[in-house]
Nanobody, 128 residues
């Protein structure tokens, strides 16, 4: 059984940086399209960033464009989210997700419904 495990969250001051990692473990994972989402208390889960199977194409929410960068290492079965210039409003639980079915190709990478495998999340808290 494949699992996604996020790490790298924590407490950081506004303006600081964090790098999140999402590692796949278990059976052969392949290289599916991957996404990062976040959910703050009382809010719906929202799209943050996504990356295609090859890593050639990336997508970002307007709120993080220019500050966050998604990347992947298919040899290590790991996806990263580099977060710079963090703001208090970036505070949330961050989840990584995998699209093993191929839905993002037709539906786009920004909807939660396009992903079939989710990690348990890692907390990011930005103090102002």
């Amino acid at each position: 059984q494949v699992q996604l495990v996020e790490s790298g969250g924590g407490l950081v001051q506004a303006g600081g940086s964090l790098r999140l990692s999402c590692a796949a473990s278990g059976r052969t994972f392949g290289s599916p399209a991957m996404g990062w989402f976040r959910q703050a208390p009382g809010n719906e889960r929202e799209f943050v960033a996504a990356i295609t199977c090859s890593g050639i194409s990336t997508y970002y929410a307007d709120s993080v464009k220019g500050r966050f960068a998604i990347s992947r290492d298919n040899v290590k079965n790991t996806v990263y989210l580099q977060m710079n210039s963090l703001k208090a409003e970036d505070t949330a639980v961050y989840f990584c997700a995998a699209d093993r079915v191929g839905r993002t190709a037709g539906w786009g990478p920004r909807g939660v419904e396009a992903y079939d495998l989710w990690g348990q999340g890692t907390q990011v808290t930005v103090s102002s």
